[in-house]
């Protein structure tokens, strides 16, 4: 039997752009999700936009009584911005109402909430004064985040400022996977280090707000870096692709410093972004209190080729390129890597080099095309490879735990199938399927009932 420590959080993860819908409702303004949607709709899987996520907005009270059926302790989602502040200033009544019901309902059923500020849902208004490319966005996030505190900290005691920061950052300014997807490398760091800088300044506004009794952290995905060989080349391009992926945030969040070393290597390229006086202090006071890791692949590297070798670079394909394991096992339909023993690494390196900072496996998850076909004769879809998968990253979550990991819960991507940017609802990654042909209906599927049994045993036979 493999027992998790006690009060463990077990739970599932969403966001506010991908489960609400009624994104043009109530007094919400757009964001560059819904722009992007009006004038490129053949983009999105099936054509189907933001405005058709799984209707959570509506449905909020029935998704928490079947969050309570399965006997979950806790919950992520995140705030819209731009339903909370349509304009960035005026405060809009009915998404203060909208989410202390959704907040309260969680927690009179014995659902910890933990919430979350930003998961890629730049509002239109700031997208068109430059986003997070221009340095104004950080106070305006900061005041963001101050409203938040103040009509929500009552209830809400576990905070999260972003959600993968690295994933608006290299979709949209280093490819084509979010707006304004520009590409170049310049950008995208200057686009970074604000996006951090609007992080500090959000937990400083926290730590001064009148509900500071809670904590406050980061999600990040933390993908372990792994070298194609121990050849000097391969290992010195694994560590540069781990100082962009994961230490200039990791090192940022939980000591309030970039790594000297990766400062220099920009600076050598012309590359380094504006910074202003006084930014050292700012991430120096305002480390975070934990640590969320979402963890769904390895990032496997190796050294460029010879001919390819440059003295200044202009992004991360100069200092390392993919490698692609020929053993790896693959979920077919995403097509990432499934590799449970990055969960162990990942905790260890937690552990060993950031002051054992309490941590929770913020999301994990596979998402998979045409679910229905694994439905039984009563509907239920048999999903047993996400049981595999899940009871895989358990193992190892629990050695790294039994050998020391601070690793506080553990949250699956998602509740219920939900809206993923352009791949719409191509892939199901819900405990809970979700019928868009018949009113959003939900029905358990097999992990449910699996999971539920996990949760109550607070573990699971090996
Ligand atoms: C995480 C994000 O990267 O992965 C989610 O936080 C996302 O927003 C999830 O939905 C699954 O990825 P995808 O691209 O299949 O939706």
Redesign the pocket.
């Known amino acids: 039997m493999l027992q998790f420590p006690k009060d463990f959080l077990w739970g599932a993860a969403t966001?506010a752009p991908?489960s609400e819908g009624a994104a043009s409702k109530d007094g919400k303004s757009p964001t560059t999700w819904d722009k992007w949607f009006e004038m490129e709709p053949e983009l999105f899987y099936d054509q189907v936009g933001p405005e058709n996520t799984s209707n959570v907005y509506a449905l909020y009270k029935e998704e928490v009584a079947n969050m309570k059926a399965m006997k979950l302790n806790s919950y992520r989602t995140s705030i819209a911005w731009a339903r909370l502040l349509p304009d960035g200033k005026t405060l809009n009544p009915k998404a203060v109402t909208f989410y202390r019901s959704y907040f309260q309902e969680l927690v009179a059923n014995g659902i910890e909430p933990i919430i979350n500020l930003f998961?890629?849902d730049m509002p239109w208004w700031l997208m068109e004064k430059g986003g997070w490319e221009v340095r104004e966005s950080t106070d305006h996030f900061a005041n963001y985040a101050s409203v938040a505190f103040e009509q929500f900290g009552d209830i809400v005691k576990k905070w999260v400022t972003f959600?993968?920061p690295l994933?608006h950052i290299e979709c949209g300014y280093y490819g084509d996977a979010h707006w304004p997807k520009v590409r170049d490398f310049k950008r995208a760091l200057q686009v970074g280090y604000h996006t951090m800088l609007a992080h500090a300044k959000a937990v400083e506004a926290f730590r001064l707000s009148r509900y500071n009794d809670g904590k406050i952290g980061i999600i990040l995905?933390l993908s372990p870096v792994y070298p194609k060989s121990d050849s000097q080349e391969d290992v010195e391009a694994a560590k540069w692709a781990d100082h962009i992926y994961i230490r200039s945030f990791l090192d940022c969040a939980v000591k309030g410093y970039f790594s000297e070393e990766f400062v220099q290597k920009l600076k050598a390229s012309d590359l380094s972004p504006e910074t202003n006086e006084g930014d050292k202090t700012i991430f120096k006071n305002n480390t975070v209190d934990f640590i969320g890791c979402?963890y769904?692949q390895p990032l496997r590297v190796q050294a460029v080729s010879e001919e390819k070798k440059v003295e200044t670079i202009n992004g991360p394909h100069d200092l390392f390129q993919g490698y692609d394991w020929p053993q790896k096992r693959v979920n077919p339909h995403?097509g990432w890597e499934i590799y449970p023993r990055g969960i162990y690494d990942i905790a260890m390196r937690l552990k060993n080099d950031y002051e054992e900072i309490p941590w929770y496996i913020s999301?994990n998850?596979m998402?998979v095309s045409q679910e229905e076909s694994f439905e039984d004769a009563d509907g239920i879809i048999q999903d047993d490879y996400r049981i595999t998968f899940i009871q895989d990253h358990l193992e190892e979550l629990h050695r790294a735990i039994s050998e020391g990991a601070n690793c506080f819960g553990y949250h699956l991507?998602t509740f219920s199938d939900c809206w993923?940017?352009l791949?719409a609802f191509k892939?199901r990654?819900g405990f809970y399927r979700v019928d868009l042909a018949n009113d959003y209906k939900r029905t358990p599927k097999k992990s449910s009932f699996w999971m539920s049994e996990v949760i109550e045993r607070n573990g699971f036979e090996k």
């Open positions: 966001s991908q998961h890629f959600n993968e994933v995905n979402n769904y995403r999301e998850g998402g991507w993923s940017w791949n892939n990654y």
